[in-house]
């Protein structure tokens, strides 16, 4: 069954400012008659879905995040084992990153963008990540027994390196094997660090 005609339209309207505003220096400024040419629409279409273009960038990193979130713990989910769980995930943010290269790059560029309310929720969109990811590694038994106090700055190096790889995927795919190796290596040291650091006599 296709979407309704205003969902579709929606749906248009955000790919196109994606794929625009990634070849561009800045998610808000752009004209409205090449956004609704890029998207293949009426110029007037953009207000029957969007008050402002800062609420569509705020769609697209919504939507961003909420694809992010659901495929990352269907990964988690499937890994087969433990030793597998991180090249897992890993993997599926590689692949996710490009195939959806557009609005991957726009979202990490308004990250560290200026300051604002854009800005402002693609933070709190790498907060729900961090989130998901403790509870659901914590559930697995896949964390070392640490305070979250400890755990929290470790997961979100961890997220910011595997971003970090997916602007490296893009540029060059081929090199997707050493990327995993380098996520788990990465994982690993860092978690043995803070259990060593831990142990350690105050």
Not at 12 to 17: K, V
Not at 101 to 112: I, K, L, N, S, T
Not at 175 to 192: S, Y
């Amino acid at each position: 069954m296709s979407p309704p005609r205003m969902a579709q339209g929606k749906r248009l309207l955000m790919e196109a400012a994606a794929r625009l505003a990634a070849r561009q220096s800045g998610a808000r400024t752009l004209p409205l008659r090449e956004l609704a040419r890029e998207a293949g629409l009426n110029h007037n279409t953009f207000y029957r879905h969007f008050a402002t273009q800062d609420e569509l960038i705020h769609a697209i990193v919504d939507d961003f995040g909420q694809q992010l979130r659901e495929g990352l713990a269907k990964a988690r989910l499937e890994a087969p084992s433990l030793h597998t769980l991180s090249t897992a995930v890993v993997g599926w943010t590689l692949d996710f990153a490009l195939v959806h290269q557009d609005v991957f790059v726009v979202a990490m560029r308004e990250r560290y963008g200026p300051p604002g309310p854009v800005r402002d929720a693609v933070q709190a969109t790498l907060m729900v990540l961090q989130d998901d990811m403790l509870s659901e590694l914590q559930a697995r038994a896949a964390l070392p027994a640490l305070p979250e106090t400890v755990l929290r700055p470790l997961l979100g190096i961890i997220i910011d390196h595997t971003f970090k790889l997916c602007f490296e995927h893009i540029e060059a795919p081929q090199d997707r094997a050493q990327r995993l190796v380098d996520a788990q290596r990465l994982f690993e040291t860092l978690m043995l660090g803070a259990v060593a650091r831990q142990s350690r006599p105050s």
